[in-house]
C-alpha cells in the first residue's frame, strides 16, 4: 500500500459523528494537515450543519451531517466508524470492496473469536469473513499490521489503558500472567452520547461507584491481547469504576513480579521510540488531567510497601488515545504520514 | 461507667470545629436529643459566631468559638478532638485527670505502637502512656470495650471502610491473608480544610489520580486491626486515590478466597444486629452518593468472571461513618444511649 | 377544616414519585413524624421497591411502587402530584370530589387564566374549573388561604426564590415595579429526572449558560404574583441560567428605589416570624451550599456603588422550599401540624 | 515598530509563570511557531523544570523556571507578566528602558488615574509615568496603537467579556449610557493559583454564589472602557458571581435601548472582520464550554418579552480571551505576525 501523494488530501468519511467519539474525531481531524472531511454522517441529523449540534466547532468546521449513504462513503479514502457496535459489520464489507480502507472505532472487529463476541455482545455477529484481515490498531503493538491494513479494529479505552501498562511485562515474561489485577477508573463519556438517567449530572456528580462487576465487555478484548503478548493464558480480573469526570481513564494494576529488575528502565527502552507513551519516573502519579485533550498515554510503576507485588498506573484521555486520537494515529500510519500528524495536542491546565 | 440520666444533657466539647470533621460533628451534634454543646473551640477564630463561619448552620446553632482553654474543656463531660495529630497527644492527658472523658477523630492514639507511630507520623509519640487504655472506636468490632471507655480513637476513613469489608472474612478465616489488596477511592474532603495548591478547586476538577503509591498512614493502621482480628500477619496493599468530589470513599477489595462458601450469608449473619452496615444482594454497586451524609456503610460482594478470586466492595461518606457519626456512635456508647440517636441521616438525593 | 390527631397519622400519597421533586418528598416525608406513605406511584414502576430505584432510601422507606391508581389514591387524605403537567389536571378533581385533598407540584394549577396557562404549556387546561379554589401554596404570601384550602398549586423553584425577594418591597410600594430585573440561576435537577442528552454530566459539567431568553414558563407565574402584591402591572424580566451543580437556586435581582429607606429593616420585620426566611446582614453573599437539603431561603440586600439601584439576592433549594419542602410546608399548615415538622433539616457541609 | 524577520524567533520572557495564566500562556505561546521562550520566571520555583510543575507540559516544554533576574529578561525581545498587582510596577520600566517590549496581563497599568487605581488596588500606583504609554490591548478597539505599542495593559477577564458586549452599541449610541447591568458569571480560575480556603474544591462544589456585591476591581475598568467608547459617564452596575467549574465567563447584559434598529445585523457588521468575535443568530445562548481553551468570544443578542429592554449574552474562556490568549493576541500585533498565529485553538468537547 502506497501512502497518498502530498498534494492532494485524503479524503475521509466519519459515520456517527454525533457521538463523543465521533466530535472528538471531527476536532483532531479539523486541525490535521493532509486530510479533508468529505462526508460527516448522522442518520439523525441529515442537513444539520456540524456546528449547530457542536458549537465548539463553530468557525472550524463547515460540514453538514449527511445520511451515511453507500455512494457518498465510496467516495471516501478512508472511512471511520464512531457507531454502536453492529453498524460497521453492516456496512464494512461494502466499502472495503470498493477500495475504501476502514478504521472502526467500535467493537465490531476487535474479538477474533465471532462466537466469543456473539456472547458478549448478545447478538450475531455480522461480518465474520472480514476478522482475519482486521487489525487491532494499538501502534505500539502492531505498527507494521497497521501501515499495510485495510480494516483497522481500534481498541476500547480501557483496553488501550491496561495493556500498554502491561505490554514491557508480558514480552519478558516478568510477571505472574495467572494473577493481574486491573482496578480501573474512567470518567463519563467512556458510556457515550446517549440520553439516559444513569447519565444525567445529576445522578453521577458526587457520586463514585463500581459497575459491571459480574463481567464487562472489555474483559475478552483485553484477555486476547494479553494472552497473545504473553503466549498463555492470562489470569486478568478487570473492574471498571465510574468517576464523576467528563474524560479520562486512571487504571491502577496490581501484578506479581517473576523477578526483582527494575521495571522503570525495562519501561523507558520498550517505550523510547514511541511518540504516545511517557514513562514517569517511578513513584510519580499521572494524573487524568494531564493527559487531558491528548493522544498520550502516561505510565508509572510502583512499590507498595510490605508486599510481594508491584503497580503499574496508566492514564489516558479515553476519547483520544482511547478511541479518536488512536483511530488518527493509525489512519497517519496507514497512508504513510508522519505518525504524530495532527495529534500534536497540548492540555490545558487547568 | 454508668449512663447519664436523660434529663440533664451531656455537655460537649469540640476542639478543632473549624475542619471538616469538626463541622460535621457540630451538624450531627446540634441535632443529637440528648447534649449540649459547651465549647467549640478554634484558636484561631476566637470570639467567631460558628454560623459567621459556617452559614450552613445559621440558625441551626448560636454557639461561639472560643479558645480550647483547659479550664473551659474541663467543664465538658466528652471532649471531641477534631485536631491535626499531636494536638489530643498534648491535651487529652490532662482532661482524663479531670475526669473528662476523650473521643479523638485524629490519629493519635490509633497505633498501639508508639515507634511505629513516630516513624508514620514523623513525630516523636506524645502521650505513649495514654496507649494502654485508648480504644480503637470501632463499635462493630469494639462495641463493649467503647462503652466502657474513657478514650477513644476513633478510626480513620479508609480504615473504617476497609476493615468493615474484611471483618466476617477474617474472623472466620476464609481469605488468604497474605494478599489482601484494598484499592480505595475517596472524595477530597478527606484531605482536610487547609490552604494549599493541591486541593484549589481548579486543580481537584476533571482529575484522578492515585497518591501515596509509597505507603499511607493508613496502612499501619488498617494492618493493625487486620492483623488484629486474623490473630496473624496479614500481607496488604492499600493504595488511595483521589475522586473529584466532596465526600465519599469506595474501597474495592480483590481477595483469594480459602472455600468457595456463600460469603453474602456470612455477611448477612456478621452483620445483622449492625444498624450502621447495609449489606446488599451480591453483585450490587454500592454508590458513595447513596451514604452520603449517613452513618452507613454499604458493602456489597462479587465474583469476578474467570478469576480465584472474589471482591468486596465498600462504601462510607469519610466525613461521616468515616468520622463525625462514628464519633458520635461511640459517644452514645459510651453514654450508654441508644446507639443510633442523632445519627438517624438520611442522604438526600440527588 | 379540622386538624387531624395526633393518634392517627394523615395518609400521604405521591404520584409520580419517580422524579427529583418526588424522591425528596420521600426523604423528607420519610422522616415526617406524623404521617403514613400510603401510595407511592408510578406507572413505570409499579412493584419495584423505592430502595432499589433510590439507593439513598434503602432502610429508609419500604414502599413498593404502585399503579397510581383511583382507587388507592382515594385511600389517602393527602395526594401530592410530583407529575409533569397534565397529571394533575386530568387526576385531581376526582380525588377532590372523593373528599382527598391535593398539593400539586407541577404548574397545573398555578397560572389562574386559563388560556395564559394554555398559551405557556402548549396544551389545553384541562381542569379550569378547580382554578377558583386553588390557592398558590406561597405560605408567607398566602398563610391564611393554605390552611383552609383542598388544592393548592405549590409554586416553581424560581417564582419562590425570585417572589420572596420581592415581597416587602413590593407589598409597601418601595421600587420601580416597571422596571425589575431577576437573574436566575438554577442547578441542573430543576430540569427534572428525564432521559436526554443535554442533561447529561458530560454536557453540564464546565459549562454555564443562559436558556429560555425568548420566555420561560416561570414568568408569567411570576408576573401574577408580582402584579397581585403590587397591584398594577409589573414589568419583568426574569433570565434563567443553567449552573453546572445539582440543587440551588440563585436569583440577583436588580432594582430601582423609590426611595432611600432601611430595606434591611424592612424585610427583618416583614420576615420576622417566618421559620424559612432568613435575612442575612446587607452585603453579605448567600451561597446556595448553606441551603443545600433545607427548606430555607436565604436573602440579603446590596447597593450597587455609583448606581441608582439596589440588589436583593435570594438563595433557595430548588428542590426543597423549591418544590418538596414547601410542598410539605403547605401539607402542614393545611393539617393544622407545626409548620416546621419534618422540615428541620440541616445542610451538611461541606 | 518594525516587524521581526521570520527567521529568527522572537525571545519571550514570561514572569510569574506558576499562576493559572502563567501557565496557559506557556501552552499556547509552546504552540507558537514564532517565538521562542527565553525566560521562564518564577521566584519561588527557580531551578524546577516547568513539567515538573505542570505535568500537562511534560513533553511539551523543556523550560526550566529561573529567578526574575533584570539581565535575564533584558535578553528577550518582550516580557510577559502575569504577576500579582504590584509587580510589573516595580520591573517594567526597567525593561522598557532597555528596549524590551511589555505585556502586562495584570491590573497594573490598566487603569488611567493613578489615584483611582491606588483607591481600588489599596496600595500607592508604582509607575505612573508609564501610563501616558500604556495602551489598553484590547485589539478589537486599539488595534492600531497595539501594533505600535511598547507597553501593553491585557484587559481583565471580565472587562473583555463585558465591553466586546457593549462596543457597537456604545460607538453608535444606541442605549442608555445611564442604566447599564452587566450580571456576570465566572468559573473559579480567575481568582488565581493562591492556596486560599475559599479556592478548595470542597467549599467550591455545588455552590453558587454572588460575590463583591459592594464593589469589584473590574468596575472601574469597565467603566474606564464605556465612557471612553461612549464620550460620556456611564451608570454602569457590574456584579459577578462565582460558578462550580474552573474555566468561563458568561455576562449577561440587560439595556435599554434608545431605538428599535437591528442589533444582530450591526453586530455583525462590527465584528465582520474580527477573528475572535462571533456573533451568533439572535436568541442563540452561548455556552462557556464551548469557547474553552480558545480565544473566541461569542455574542448572542435577546429581547426578554413584555419590557422594554434588550440583552447581550456574551461568552469567553477567562485565561484565554480574558489573559493568556489576548495577551498573546496582543504580541501578534505588536510584532507584526498574523493576529491568529498560534492561537488556532479548538476546544475538545465534551
Not at 488501550?160 to 519478558?172: G, I, K, R, Y
Request: charged share 20%; with cysteine.
Amino acid at each position: 500500500m502506497t501512502s497518498v501523494t502530498n498534494n492532494k488530501p485524503t479524503r475521509l468519511g466519519v459515520v456517527g459523528a454525533t457521538g463523543y467519539a465521533g466530535v472528538e474525531l471531527l476536532r483532531i481531524l479539523a486541525g490535521h494537515p493532509a486530510v479533508e472531511l468529505h462526508a460527516v454522517t448522522s442518520r439523525g441529523e441529515d442537513g444539520t450543519p456540524v456546528a449547530d449540534l457542536f458549537p465548539s466547532l463553530r468557525g472550524v468546521l463547515d460540514a453538514v451531517f449527511r445520511a451515511p449513504e453507500p455512494e457518498l462513503l465510496a467516495e471516501c479514502d478512508v472511512v471511520f466508524f464512531a457507531t454502536p457496535h453492529g453498524v460497521a459489520h453492516a456496512m464494512a464489507g461494502d466499502l472495503l470492496a470498493r477500495g475504501v480502507r476502514v478504521i472502526d472505532l467500535s467493537a465490531d472487529f476487535r474479538i477474533r473469536d465471532p462466537e466469543l463476541w456473539s456472547r458478549w455482545y448478545g447478538q450475531p455477529h455480522g461480518a465474520p469473513e472480514y476478522l482475519g484481515e482486521a487489525v487491532y490498531g494499538l501502534p505500539e503493538l502492531h505498527r507494521g499490521p497497521i501501515s499495510e491494513a485495510r480494516l483497522i479494529a481500534v481498541p476500547g479505552c480501557y483496553p488501550t489503558a491496561v495493556t500498554l501498562a502491561l505490554l514491557p511485562l508480558l514480552e519478558n515474561n516478568l510477571v505472574d500472567v495467572s494473577d493481574i489485577i486491573a482496578d480501573a477508573k474512567s470518567g463519563v463519556s467512556g458510556a457515550g452520547r446517549q440520553a439516559r438517567i444513569g447519565g444525567l449530572f445529576a445522578e453521577v456528580q458526587e457520586n463514585f461507584r463500581a459497575y459491571a462487576s459480574g463481567g464487562h465487555r472489555h474483559w475478552p478484548e483485553i484477555h486476547q491481547t494479553l494472552a497473545e503478548v504473553a503466549g498463555a493464558d492470562v489470569g486478568l480480573i478487570f473492574q471498571p469504576h465510574l468517576v464523576p469526570m467528563t474524560r479520562g481513564i486512571l487504571a491502577t494494576l496490581y501484578l506479581r513480579p517473576l523477578d526483582d529488575g527494575d521495571w522503570e528502565a525495562l519501561f523507558r527502552e520498550r517505550y523510547a521510540g514511541e511518540p504516545f507513551v511517557d514513562v514517569m519516573p517511578s513513584g510519580s502519579h499521572p494524573e487524568t488531567a494531564s493527559v487531558r485533550g491528548t493522544n498520550q498515554c502516561r505510565l508509572a510503576l510502583a512499590t507498595p510497601p510490605h508486599s510481594g507485588r508491584r503497580m503499574v498506573i496508566s492514564a489516558i484521555d479515553n476519547l483520544v488515545k482511547g478511541a479518536a486520537g488512536q483511530a488518527v494515529q493509525n489512519m497517519n500510519l496507514m497512508l504513510g504520514r508522519p505518525e504524530t500528524e495532527g495529534l500534536e495536542l497540548v492540555p490545558a491546565f487547568p
